[in-house]
């Protein structure tokens, strides 16, 4: 310690200020405490300054940003979706008129029983001359197609309906309208522009049985609807003391059974004509009342009907009863408990009550 002296005299220049040292200490205690307040002071007006001004341009990116990034972001997502809606209403809106024009304004007539019958009633109404008429009726797909044709004495009904040809010039038609639904048209091919005062009733006659034709036939196959048969049966319930026989015939397969109902009318034509109308009382369920010969028949050719239609593809279910008397209250009942358990024992299976 000894050597300090030597070394750092301004220490002993300072002696008299050093003995005094609490007063000293006081004092620059009080001198550092005023000058670090007045920096607080300063760093806090600078800070809140600093805060101040940076609160002012802040504001548009914490909520004006934003909000301005929302509507940038979400006005291109409404109008994509509002684009999409735009197709999808118009899709559906032509959809909509497509279906329209096809089940409403359409009417599908097949030519069979009832309809033919009218057709063939109107075309022999008419006078015969040099005169070329055709009726043409509205496919299932609303297309015209030929149903029948007369020129002179001939009369001409296709057996199978091709779409008819846009009319000829000179061709005067007729349209076949019930309510607001197109059945068909009516055209007749003449040089001479005649007046025809028998016409409009005989179209009148001609709409109303294609109206009740179809109510009472079934629009896929042509054949008879439930309403057709309840009524068939109904009226054989009280007519005639020989026996009948009501058949129920019920066909499975996994798909659509339309081929197999073509194939089976086909069939049922060549073996029992038109005397024995069918009727397609279900989806997948026909009925026909047949005399006892054309039943023997019948089950005698079940076998190959089967080979006919393919065993391997759909399968028939048959049940059938025996009308013993006028007003067998039990005839259509017994043919539905007959098919039933026809179908409890097995597929191709045949039971008679």
């Not at 899709?91 to 057709?119: C, D, M, Q, R, W």
């Not at 007519?239 to 059974?257: H, N, R, Y």
């Not at 049922?268 to 038109?274: A, I, L, N, Q, T």
């Not at 048959?318 to 017994?334: H, L, M, N, T």
Request: with cysteine.
């Amino acid at each position: 310690m000894h050597y300090f002296p030597a070394f750092f005299k301004i220490l002993f220049d300072f002696q008299p200020a050093i003995l005094p040292s609490s007063v000293w200490i006081d004092g620059e205690v009080l001198a550092l405490g005023s000058v670090s307040l007045a920096l607080l002071s300063l760093f806090g007006y600078v800070v809140h300054s600093q805060i101040d001004r940076k609160s002012v341009p802040e504001e548009p990116q914490t909520v004006s940003d934003p909000e301005v990034n929302t509507e940038v972001s979400e006005l291109p997502v409404f109008e994509s979706v509002s684009e999409e809606t735009t197709i999808f209403d118009s899709k559906t809106y032509f959809e909509k008129e497509e279906n329209t024009e096809e089940y409403h304004h359409s009417f599908y007539l097949p030519i069979h029983g009832k309809t033919l019958e009218a057709v063939r009633m109107f075309l022999e109404s008419i006078p015969s001359g040099s005169d070329s008429w055709e009726v043409l009726l509205r496919s299932s797909s609303g297309k015209l197609e030929i149903a029948a044709t007369r020129s002179g004495n001939l009369f001409i009904f296709p057996s199978e309906r091709k779409e008819a040809l846009p009319a000829e010039p000179g061709t005067m038609v007729w349209p076949l309208q019930w309510e607001s639904a197109s059945l068909g048209e009516l055209r007749r091919k003449n040089e001479i522009d005649s007046v025809l005062p028998y016409l409009n009733p005989a179209l009148d006659r001609l709409i109303e049985g294609l109206i009740l034709g179809g109510e009472s036939q079934d629009t896929e196959t042509g054949w008879g609807s439930y309403s057709f048969f309840a009524q068939t049966c109904e009226r054989e319930k009280e007519t005639g003391e020989e026996p009948k026989i009501l058949v129920l015939l019920e066909f499975t397969k996994s798909g659509d059974l339309a081929p197999e109902f073509r194939s089976f009318g086909r069939w049922w034509k060549e073996r029992f004509g038109d005397s024995n109308l069918l009727s397609r009382v279900r989806k997948n369920r026909l009925a026909a009342i047949l005399s006892p010969e054309d039943w023997i028949r019948f089950q005698e050719s079940l076998s190959g009907l089967m080979e006919f239609l393919g065993p391997d593809k759909v399968s028939l279910n048959v049940g059938a009863s025996v009308r013993i008397g006028r007003s067998d209250s039990e005839w259509e009942p017994k043919a539905k408990r007959a098919l039933h358990s026809s179908k409890e024992e097995g597929p191709n299976r045949l039971v008679c009550l």
